[in-house]
């Protein structure tokens, strides 16, 4: 131990001491000084004083920390069975422990703003599949299961998340109809226009496309409202169809403490991070053709640093409006679905015009932060190309559910559709489990209702998977989750 060691260190500089002094002594008396000198004796009690002066040093700050480093058996077993060594932690791992705990208090007061974004009713309502019975997506079923699963990644829930959170609705004029839904689920509802209207835009391709592009056409430009949020140090923006499956502190401490998360969290681990970082987002590689220099930004999971000066140049960018018909966004990021708006202004801005030594924005894995189980190779098997110029390919579609921090369902299809997802592929799995995860979470959001946290659904082979919210296959066979709704804050 540290601190035996310096005993020993200390018994043997003040014999060094000694000695030396003994030698010096010696060597005086054998020739004649002009000068008197200190006698023998005084000079060995002024050594012993100099080195003891040091272990009282030590011991004084060991005691600041109650550092003490002794090796404490405690007769437990460990694994192979031997008796178990509790090493006390040194005074560095002290300052490193007071440190964290005094951070630990900092982030549960840091008050994270989880954003989703809604442009009408008629956009939010209108979402079908191919599934000819599915009825009209209600707000509430993806609004109160989102919203739950943030409160259990938080420092209010159970999965030891560090940081606060608030629910926040941006919300276009034309969403007021739906708005009572959001206000029970505790979401603060803020107002906004989106920031260019399409007659003010400058670029005549731009002004013609704009309003069938994606899902949500100009209105999606809502999004980029989050960057006014001045009040929160951090804003992710998430679609309604996603959900938090454990804490996403590593990516909150990466950009408010620089701590740098391990490396399967990025996606490039052996790039080096910018000095500040503003932007960390997730691509939609499977969109485009494989191995493409400018790919699509997924426009339903952003964490971004609110800042109005880059509010100011994305409102700016749109107004111009450079898009062209074959390069897209400056005639560089080429075209793809949603190009016009979010999911294309967003690699231009950051990857662009500011990329390379300007960076401020860092790419998550996306097998682990908004899985959207995307394949990996332009088909079937390992002959085709990855869509991502890496090697090995990384493929979304194994990763573990323990593992996975966040997901989105847009290939797996919404899970009040009620798909079984019994076909034997990797996929097909994975839905499975991550489907299962989302009623998981609804159960649980019911029972901190009240509620059974048991869907009234008769019995069906999958009953188990969806809590007994799904009868059959198809949204005809979901039931909705039923008013009044509950809040977080009645927890």
Same mark, same amino acid.
């Given at each position: 131990?540290n601190f035996r060691?310096?005993?020993?260190f200390a018994v043997?500089s003040t ?17 004649v000084?002009k #000068?008197? /000198?200190?006698p023998?004796f005084l000079?060995?009690? /002024? ?5 003891s /002066?040091?272990?009282?040093?030590y011991l004084?700050v060991?005691?600041?920390f109650d ?9 437990e ?5 031997s ?6 932690p040194n005074i ?5 422990a007071?440190?964290?705990?005094d951070q630990q208090d900092e ?5 994270i703003?989880?954003v989703i974004?809604?442009?009408?009713c008629? $956009? ?8 000819p019975?599915a009825?009209v997506?209600?707000?509430a079923?993806?609004?109160?299961v989102?919203?739950h699963s943030?409160?259990r ?6 999965? /030891?998340?560090?940081y606060d959170y ?9 969403a007021t109809p739906?708005l009572g839904?959001l206000?029970q !689920? ?5 107002e906004r226009k989106?920031f260019?209207s399409?007659e ?9 496309k704009?309003r069938s592009?994606g899902?949500c056409?100009?209105? +999606?430009?809502i999004? *980029?409202?989050a960057?006014?949020?001045?009040e929160y140090?951090? $804003?992710l923006?998430?679609? !309604?169809?996603c ?8 990516l909150?401490?990466l950009?408010?403490?620089g701590i740098v ?6 996606m490039w681990?052996?790039?080096p991070?910018p000095?500040?970082?503003n932007?960390i987002?997730t691509q939609?590689y499977a969109m ?9 930004v997924?426009?339903? *999971?952003? !964490?971004l640093r609110?800042?109005l000066?880059?509010y100011?140049d *994305?409102?700016?960018?749109a107004k ?5 018909d ?9 075209r *793809? ?11 231009y801005y950051?990857?662009?015009?500011n990329g390379?030594?300007k960076?401020?924005?860092v790419?998550?894995?996306r097998c682990?932060?908004?899985n959207?189980v ?10 085709f190309?990855?869509y991502v110029?890496? #090697?090995?390919?990384r ?7 323990e593992?996975i921090?966040?997901t989105?369902f847009?290939?797996?299809?919404k899970p009040w559709?009620? #798909?079984r997802?019994?076909f ?9 489990s991550l489907?299962? +995860? ?7 959001m +019911?029972?901190s209702w009240g509620r ?6 008769p019995e069906w082979?999958?009953?188990?998977m969806f809590?007994g919210?799904?009868?059959?296959r198809?949204s005809?066979?979901?039931e909705s989750i039923?008013?009044?709704y509950?809040?977080?804050?009645s927890?």
């Open positions: 131990p060691r310096f005993v020993v043997a014999m060094v001491q000694i000695t030396r002094t003994t030698r010096a002594g010696r060597s005086s008396s054998s020739r000084s #000068e008197p /000198g200190l023998f000079r060995v009690i /002024g050594n012993l004083f100099y080195v /002066g040091f272990l009282v040093c004084l060991a005691s600041l550092e003490v480093d002794e090796t404490d058996y405690h007769g077993l460990s694994a192979s069975g008796n178990a060594l509790v090493t006390k560095r791992q002290a300052v490193a007071r440190s964290a705990i982030r549960a007061k840091t008050k703003a989880y974004s809604l442009t009408s008629g $956009a939010a309502y209108n979402q079908t599949t191919s599934d019975n009825k997506f209600m707000v079923e993806g609004a109160a989102l919203a943030i409160h990644a938080s420092v209010h829930g159970e999965l /030891g998340g560090r608030e629910l926040v609705a941006l919300h276009h004029p034309d739906c839904v206000e !689920l505790g979401y603060r509802l803020i989106v260019v399409v003010e835009i400058e670029g005549d391709y731009l002004r013609e704009i592009s899902c056409g100009d209105a +999606e430009l999004k *980029f409202e960057y006014t949020l001045m140090p951090l $804003a923006i998430l679609d !309604l169809d959900l938090i499956m454990r804490p996403l502190d590593h909150f401490d950009m408010l403490h998360p391990p490396r399967e969290h990025l681990p052996d790039q991070l000095s500040e970082i932007f987002y939609d485009v053709s494989p191995q493409r220099p400018v790919t699509p997924q426009g339903g *999971f952003l !964490l609110p800042n000066q880059v100011e *994305f409102k700016a960018m111009k409006g450079d898009f062209r074959k390069g897209g966004w400056g005639g560089k990021t080429g *793809f679905w949603g190009s016009h708006t979010v999911q294309g202004m967003l690699p950051y990857l662009v015009l390379g030594n960076s401020t924005a790419e998550a894995n682990i932060y908004n959207m995307a394949p990996s190779r332009a088909g079937s098997n390992a002959k190309r990855c110029k890496e #090697e090995p390919c493929d979304c579609q194994i990763q573990p559910v593992d921090y966040s989105h847009t290939n797996c299809q559709l009620c #798909e997802h019994n034997h592929t990797n996929s097909s799995y994975l839905c499975r489907h299962h +995860e989302w009623f998981n979470i609804r159960s649980q +019911e029972i059974s946290g048991t869907g009234s659904a082979p999958d009953r188990d809590h919210y799904c009868a059959s198809g005809r066979g979901y039923a008013t009044p509950g809040t977080e804050t927890l």
